[in-house]
């Protein structure tokens, strides 16, 4: 915001001296600036509509006005309109190429729109001027990761990690490279590391119970789903809460989770699924042989495939476990 104070006053004064005292070849200048002026003070005042439309004018009468296309840039941003901010954000970079948060933020907007290999560009210009910039070498990261390239993602992921090492965030995104890598073990590490930086990070928490599961680490993942659902009991946390519980082969208690996540998401076939294998496991190992556990498994999958015909898992589970 200091940045953005700077430039406004600077650039305000250069470009009104220069266009009421000698610039006679630019006559719309100044025209422009009444309307960045007017823009500005409609978003101090609260009127963004207004503001937006006072800033389009101001670079259609001055295609190279760096602080309004600046502001414009910010604000579709800040909307998640990253169409809208693109291109002001590109003249940006044009005019004012030696800043490097200029080529962040264009990187930033390709990245949500998908291109991804744009971006990567866009990031690097913004590491070439600001090397120590963390959410540069991070989204970089994240770009090539988007674009399958995981030695690079690991790259600048790790290299993000070193300049802000207390980045909750980045140590997140290391795991899940990790994980695409097949490196359970390290995305463990890293996820654990997110956490202990920031113990409300949902992703990390969720990712790093789906990495415990997929390491057959029970009782770990047991603990880490159990501290997810404290924090928030969504459906696909509850969800996935069960499937540590079923893994631990605790079979009421992982039931009873899957019926809450039903009861929130009720036309999820994966939990539907996941609680009918539950109940086929818990049917297997009751010495009793509870009947009612095998029907229900089936009525659940019947379901899932009513609602989702094309599940080959689910047909073979219903040939094998309907009566004949």
């Known amino acids: 915001m200091n940045r953005i104070g ?9 470009i009104v001296l220069q266009g009421c005292a000698s610039d006679t070849s630019a006559p719309g200048r100044p025209k422009a600036i009444d309307n960045y002026v007017s823009g500005m003070q409609s978003l101090d005042s609260g009127n963004e509509e207004r503001a ?7 670079v259609q009468k001055n295609p190279n006005l760096i602080m309004a296309r600046m502001k414009l840039g910010d604000i579709y941003k800040e909307k998640q309109d990253y169409d809208r901010a693109l291109p002001h954000y590109e003249t940006v970079s044009k005019l004012d190429p030696y800043t490097g948060s200029n080529f962040y933020n264009l990187g930033f907007s390709r990245q949500m729109l998908e291109q991804f290999r744009e971006a990567t ?14 959410p540069s070498n991070m989204n970089l990261g994240l770009a090539y990761y988007s674009l399958g390239e995981m030695d690079q993602a690991a790259f600048y992921l790790e ?3 070193r300049i802000d090492p ?5 140590w997140a995104n290391i795991g899940v490279v990790h994980d695409a890598r097949k490196n359970a073990t390290f995305a463990e590490a890293s996820y654990k590391k ?6 409300t990070n949902q992703a990390a928490l969720q990712n790093l119970l789906v990495n415990q599961i997929g390491q057959n680490k029970a009782n770990d993942a047991v603990n880490t789903g159990l501290m997810l659902v404290t924090q928030s009991e969504s459906a696909i946390n509850l969800k996935r809460f069960g499937d540590a519980l079923a893994l631990s082969k605790k079979w009421e208690d992982a039931n009873a989770a899957y019926d809450k996540s039903l009861a929130k998401n009720p036309k999820s076939t994966a939990t539907m699924n996941a609680k009918a294998q539950t109940l086929i496991k818990w049917y297997e190992a009751d ?32 040939a094998k476990w309907t009566k004949k």
Do not use: C, H, M
């Open 6 to 14: 700077l430039i406004f006053a600077g650039a305000v004064g250069l």
């Open 52 to 58: 937006v439309s006072e800033l389009e004018t101001a």
């Open 121 to 134: 560009k866009d990031y690097i210009r913004a590491i070439e001027l600001l090397p120590e910039d963390a």
């Open 159 to 161: 290299r993000a990690s």
């Open 166 to 170: 207390k980045n909750a965030k980045v």
């Open 194 to 199: 997110a956490i202990e930086l920031d113990p």
């Open 287 to 318: 010495l009793e042989v509870n009947e009612k556990l095998r029907d229900e498994a089936v009525k659940l999958w019947t379901k899932s495939a009513s609602i989702d015909g094309n599940q080959k898992d689910v047909n073979e589970a219903l």
